[in-house]
């Protein structure tokens, strides 16, 4: 009888990875975190009192410090943002503890971040359709527990687009909440976020779009952090970067300052041009440029950047040419995904851009040979998945190693890069303006 128990525990799990979350778990997303503070936003039902602490590795009680409810007409659920600061840092698990007048009380593990080492590791998803759930992309997160985790669009998809009220997106977002088991995990992880169209609420979506500032509210709302402000810096519309272990993350807005398509078009529009270059100036920290949909992909019919605007694309890989600071590109939206590889002659210095698509939504087998992409070093189509990298700065190259990884655990592709740059060997967090960064290698397994 024991083992026919077990064996039913066992089948009962895997049957788990293609339905909706059945964890009874509340819905929690770790926002901005350090070495000394925390915050969190949790989805809980509408006019009950919920006291939340944290406990630390030595036992020591901490109450949340700030807290803000954002609520939308008639819903019965609201998102509560709490934040906890002046913590002691350890690498120990600390405990998110949230009692309320409907659950006795529930405990939730987490950990502080330090940015004092020098590798990182972090999993980039995009793509996550209701319609076609599989909870297996969230299994490897809590299998390979990456230290951050950036969702970079269609990070929900509303029933029909384009939205017809700020409510269908307020429902979508929560829906999302409720059914993916990303956000029920035991241990939580830090996770920021930008966008694409069916987040925007707009298929292709652009500046035009009636519900523009009501959908930014609600994305900065669910994703944003909206009480501490530490090691982020907030751009213009959803637009905001990260400052993570000496590295830069410029997580840009698509849809915001988008023209329809046309040759002299705005992708991103100068305001948040400007805003990003200026970073990228300032502070020649190695950066990871992020975008919902894709920079190259001038030769697919499909968004990008390029493809869309390219007046504007060419003007933008010019201002990147003049830049020393070593960056690569984030992308996704494609519901394919793969690694392109740019010489120096385009770009002033090796580059890379990784697109992952999708974490869960329809996939199309056959579509990486169906259209050859000039700079492709690697891809993978027709199975959902996600970009797990470990990256880390040395004396002098900038490693990255990404892995595209399947719903079941299988690694689609992987590759080991090299940015090599010439006085990494100085790096130090607080010193980013002794480095230059010039030549680059490019090494393949
Ligand atoms: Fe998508």
Redesign the pocket.
Known sequence: MKYLFILWIIVSCAHQSGSKNTSSRLSILQLVTNESSVEFNILLPRGHNYQFSVITPEGKKHLALQSQVSEFENSEWVIQNIAFTGLKYSPEVFKLHVEGALKTEEVRDFRLFSQSKESFKFAVG??A?EKHIDQGVYQQIEARKPEWIFLI??NH?PERLPISSPEYLWKSLITARQDFSLYHMQELIPTHATW???DYGMNNGDKSFTHREASQHLFKVFFHPQLLEENIHKGPGIASRLMLRGMHFSFLDNRSFRDAPSSEGEHFGQEQENWFFEDLQKEALPTWIISGDQFFGGYHEFESYEGLHPQRFDQFIGRLKNIQTPFVFIS??R?LSEIMQFPRAVLGQLSFEFTT??MH?KTYPGSVEAKPNPWRVVGVDGTNSMMFFETHLEEQSWRIKPQAVGPKGEILFERQLSLTTERLKDFEADKPKQRRYRRARWRRR
Do not use: I, K
């Open positions: 995009s793509c359709d669009g269609d998809y694409d169209d069916n996704g939206d519901h698509s999708p939504a």
